[in-house]
T-cell receptor
């Protein structure tokens, strides 16, 4: 059964800092991994999708890397902004009919 | 672009009442997942469907049932509601449960009073 761990659980930084959010998963036989953000009381918004054959994906100020063999993914956020405040979740997709979520990283960026 | 549509967005019910939540996947997506997220909790898998058949079952109470219809929309039926059922319920769809991007709906916030 896939288990997902996200570190840190919470992060509070001033605006402008570069951030690193870490995700580790136990079953490295994945098809892809997605990073999502979730605002309080809202659904999940997809940020980046990395296929298992890829090493990284970039979208704007976001960059996600994937080391499938070691079961790790990292989300880099450059020049953080208050609007980045949310909970960030990584979801490795093993192709099973269930998906496993970690508890996420709660990010607060203060002006 | 079309997204996953969930209705209603908010629902308030009394204990022991019933509720029906609906999920409309993106067109041509044949796989739907349902999740329950309690306050401050990570999402918990309830049930999934592939091509209108139940494909897996998670921590879904016996009081809940779900199905996927011929147009691929799915409904989660909840009976004998309890206070602990208050949560955000969201669904996700994908055109291929193994290899493709997941798209999540905005969720239904259920409050049981």
């Amino acid at each position: 059964k896939q288990e997902v761990t996200q570190i840190p659980a919470a992060l509070s930084v001033p605006e402008g800092e570069n951030l690193v959010l870490n995700c580790s998963f136990t079953d490295s036989a994945i098809y892809n991994l997605q990073w999502f953000r979730q605002d309080p009381g809202k659904g999940l918004t997809s940020l980046l999708l990395i296929q298992s054959s890829q090493r990284e994906q970039t979208s704007g100020r976001l960059n996600a890397s994937l080391d499938k063999s070691s079961g790790r993914s990292t989300l880099y956020i450059a020049a953080s902004q208050p609007g980045d405040s949310a909970t960030y979740l990584c979801v490795p997709n093993s192709g099973y009919s269930t998906l496993t979520f970690g508890k996420g990283t709660m990010l607060l960026v203060s002006p | 672009a079309a997204g996953v549509i969930q209705s209603p967005r908010h629902l308030i019910k009394e204990k022991r009442e019933t509720a029906t939540l609906k999920c409309y996947p993106i067109p041509r997506h044949d796989t739907v997942y349902w999740y329950q997220q309690g306050p401050g909790q990570d999402p918990q898998f309830l049930i999934s469907f592939y091509e209108k058949m139940q494909s897996d079952k998670g921590s879904i109470p016996d009081r809940f049932s779900a199905q996927q219809f011929s147009d691929y929309h799915s409904e989660l039926n909840m009976s004998s509601l309890e206070l602990g059922d208050s949560a955000l319920y969201f669904c996700a769809s994908t055109p291929d449960r193994a290899a493709e991007k997941l798209f999540f709906g905005s969720g239904t916030q259920l409050s049981v009073l």
